[in-house]
């Protein structure tokens, strides 16, 4: 029979475990151990060890016999790699919207009300800044109407959170420039300039997090882009 309450307990372990890291209160590097951990969540060491072996399949950990758990540090290929998922469906999103001529006026509306919980947010709680920063750029995929794009984001936004609060961690005054950001990429979404949008897009993220490799691909992504639909608008003009 299925023991529910060790169940219950490895739930509650793994859940208290992962946002401690996702808010870099353990931070990546740092090596815990099944008794601390246990005595912290007031549970013996086996939903510990549970909830251990389910975050290293995810990831966030790799176990060592006897000597504990080290919570993996972002590597700068995967903060690269995020950046990079994170601007490609982002961008794609908008331009969605854009190209079909769907309205964006409650999504300016969504996305403006987030923009005044972020000023609400208190200077010191960086975990609550970076959640609501996730849930902008999550409100902004999921008006882009893909399922299949929003639910791959979805997988995105605990590596996000996890970024956002190291980047607030090591520049605090980090966070003004963030909302003004944001705040100009909703002026982009409401006045239909998706090149635009990709283009703050692109110097928001890989700035925040400091990558700056993903400048010149994305940069030359939407080139292309812009070249194709000139293209198209000629020939369609031509047509005519």
């Known amino acids: 029979m ?7 307990a490895a739930d509650r372990v793994y859940e208290e475990v992962k ?30 060890r549970e909830a251990f072996l389910r975050l290293q399949a995810e ?3 790799r176990l060592y016999p006897k000597r504990g758990a080290l919570v ?3 590597t700068d290929t995967e903060a690269r790699d995020v950046v990079d998922a994170r601007i490609l469906i982002e961008s794609h999103a908008v331009r969605g919207l854009v190209a079909r001529g769907l309205p964006t006026g409650d999504l300016v509306a969504d996305l403006r009300r987030n923009l005044a919980a972020h000023a609400k ?23 882009g109407a893909n399922g299949v794009l929003a639910d791959f984001y979805l997988g995105l936004a605990e590596r996000q959170r996890r970024m956002t609060t190291a980047s607030v961690h090591r520049e605090p ?5 963030i909302i003004a950001e944001h705040t100009a990429l909703v002026d982009a ?20 997090h400091r990558i700056d490799d993903v400048y010149a691909v994305h940069a030359t992504a939407a080139s292309a882009t812009h070249t194709t639909d000139a293209r198209g608008t ?5 047509q005519r």
């Open 121 to 143: 947010v208190e200077p010191d709680d960086i975990a609550d800044f970076a959640r609501v920063d996730a849930q902008f750029h999550q409100r902004i995929v999921s008006a």
């Open 2 to 8: 299925l023991d529910l309450s060790a169940t219950s």
């Open 72 to 74: 993996l540090p972002v």
């Open 173 to 177: 005054t980090v966070t003004p420039r």
């Open 189 to 208: 979404i409401e006045c239909a300039d998706a090149d635009r949008f990709t283009s703050l897009l692109v110097d928001h993220v890989a700035g925040v």
């Open 19 to 48: 946002e401690l890291i996702l808010t870099n209160v353990i931070a990546g590097g740092e090596l815990i151990s099944e008794g601390e951990v246990a005595q912290r969540c007031e549970v013996s060491r086996t939903p510990v």
């Open 234 to 238: 000629h020939a369609e003009e031509g």
């Open 59 to 61: 990831g966030w950990m």
